[in-house]
């Protein structure tokens, strides 16, 4: 089982729609887990972090099930500046600090 | 506030010629800093890490190297490259530590195209 495991996609979404996707993680002693942003030929940028009580900025909700072991990104009334591919992170795995990126999902927002 | 550079933006390189990639961060001290690669349509590969001036670790087995020559100086090298070494080469760094509350800040990387 991959470390971080994530839907591809492509998502096609409406424009003010709500959208969802989740993200497995396969180390149960996960410590910390993050959503990062990646535009077309661009560096990952860190979106939200993810608690485990689960939290919201703005428009973007982040859930935490430890049973499972699964996160999950909800966008609500998502914008056209919303399309790009959003990672996975969990601490866990090798390196300082050891985070773990998934491949990330795919995202289209369409007018 | 803290700022990571990465230089060049892209690169175009034949099949056998060295290479050198740099980053640099400001703002901080004694950051650990990482070496990521992102091959088309894959996920993010880390290389490299690095705790603190010459001390590298290495992730994966391949032709490629790291030094860290300065406390905010990462670099990545080879001696020869192989086209299987095109990518998008990503730097980062982390407070030692931290990376669990704040995650990782990624240089703009470096498009490397090998010919």
């Known amino acids: 089982r991959k470390e971080v495991e994530q839907d591809p996609g492509p998502f096609n979404v409406p424009e003010g729609a709500t959208v969802a996707f989740n993200c497995t993680y396969s180390?149960?002693?996960?410590?910390?887990f993050f959503w990062y942003r990646q535009d077309c030929r661009k560096e990952p940028k860190l979106l939200m972090s993810?608690?485990?009580s689960g939290n919201e900025d703005g428009r973007f909700t982040a859930q935490l099930n430890r049973a499972s072991q699964y996160i999950s990104l909800l966008i609500r009334d998502s914008k056209l500046s919303d399309s790009a591919t959003y990672l996975c992170?969990?601490?866990?795995?090798?390196?300082?600090?050891?985070?773990?990126f998934g491949k990330g999902t795919h995202l289209i927002i369409q007018p | 506030s803290q700022t990571i550079h990465q230089w060049p933006a892209t690169l175009v390189q034949p099949v056998g010629s060295p290479l050198s990639l740099e980053c640099t961060v400001e703002?901080?001290?004694?950051?650990?800093l990482y070496w990521y690669r992102q091959a088309a349509g894959r996920g993010l590969q880390l290389l490299f890490y690095?705790?603190?001036?010459?001390?590298i670790s290495s992730e994966v087995p391949q032709n490629l190297s790291a030094s860290r020559p300065q406390d905010r100086q990462f670099i990545l090298s080879s001696k020869k490259l192989l086209l299987s070494d095109s990518g998008f080469y990503l730097c980062?760094?982390?407070?030692?530590?931290?990376?669990?509350?704040?995650?990782?800040?990624f240089g703009s990387g470096t498009r490397l195209t090998i010919v």
């Open positions: 980062a760094w982390s407070r030692p530590s931290q990376a669990i509350f704040y995650g990782y800040t």
């Open positions: 180390n149960s002693a996960s410590q910390s």
């Open positions: 993810v608690y485990s």
């Open positions: 992170v969990v601490k866990g795995g090798g390196g300082a600090d050891g985070l773990t």
């Open positions: 703002g901080t001290s004694n950051p650990n």
């Open positions: 690095s705790v603190g001036i010459g001390q």
